[in-house]
């Protein structure tokens, strides 16, 4: 299994501009999850999936947007990017609820610059 | 809602000595913990967690935790440290049992960095 895979790993886009960043997961995970990692701030939860279909908004939902169309994909987009989602990204997996390992999978991250 | 405090932003220890790395939450319902270890430019990777039983949990790389309801604490310990545990460490809490869905909203800490000095 690759596991969780991001792509860029790295990225630049002016003020403006937008993009999307990839997440995908081989494990069959239903849940998916998008952070962002500032300093001092730890890992904040922007958006998250509890299957396909079903998204809903984490605790700094504002400026991206997400879908969910397959149980292995999870992008996130930003609409007009700003200096302020100068950040690193992070997608997460896991299992659905019920499932004793109540872990989630990290992917290696996309550092996004924005200027 | 849950929160996580880890009360240190940095701890030096020297190589060989015992560390420990503090962790508060705070919650009106039960709640499942965890401890990350996130290594220079990597992702996040799970060191251990308490859903229940024991209190004492134990990880990989020789961490173990210990779970104190009463003092809301889950606090990071290991005997002897090692150059490569030189890493960030983030405490998380999510809603334990009853919760309609796993752990869709982990909350983490704000990160401690242990510096293993030689």
């Known amino acids: 299994n690759a596991g969780v895979t991001q792509t860029p790993k790295f990225q630049v886009l002016k003020t403006g501009q937008s993009m999307t960043l990839q997440c995908a997961q081989d494990?069959?995970?239903?849940?998916m999850s998008w952070y962002r990692q500032d300093p001092g701030m730890g890992l904040r939860l922007i958006h998250y999936s509890v299957g396909a279909g079903i998204t809903d908004q984490g605790e700094v939902p504002n400026g991206y947007n997400v879908s969910r169309s397959t149980t292995e994909d999870f992008p996130l987009r930003l609409l007009s990017a700003a200096p302020s989602q100068t950040s690193v990204y992070f997608c997460?997996?896991?299992?659905?609820?019920?499932?004793?390992?109540?872990?989630?999978?990290f992917g290696p991250g996309t550092r996004l610059t924005v200027t | 809602a849950q929160s996580v405090t880890q009360l240190d932003s940095q701890v030096p220890v020297f190589e060989e000595a015992p560390v420990e790395l503090r962790c508060n939450y705070s919650s009106s319902v039960s709640v499942y913990l965890f401890w990350y270890v996130q290594y220079p430019n990597q992702g996040l990777q799970l060191l251990l967690k308490?859903?229940?039983?024991?209190?004492l949990v134990k990880g990989i790389n020789g961490f173990e935790a210990e779970f104190n309801k009463s003092q809301t604490s889950f606090h990071l310990r290991k005997p002897s440290v090692h150059i490569s545990d030189t890493a960030e460490y983030f405490c998380a809490v999510t809603r334990g049992p009853g919760a309609n869905f796993g752990n869709e909203k982990l909350t983490f800490g704000t990160g401690t960095r242990l510096t293993i000095i030689p």
């Open positions: 997460a997996s896991s299992y659905s609820a019920g499932n004793p390992s109540y872990e989630q999978y």
């Open positions: 494990m069959n995970h239903e849940y």
């Open positions: 308490y859903l229940s039983g024991s209190t």
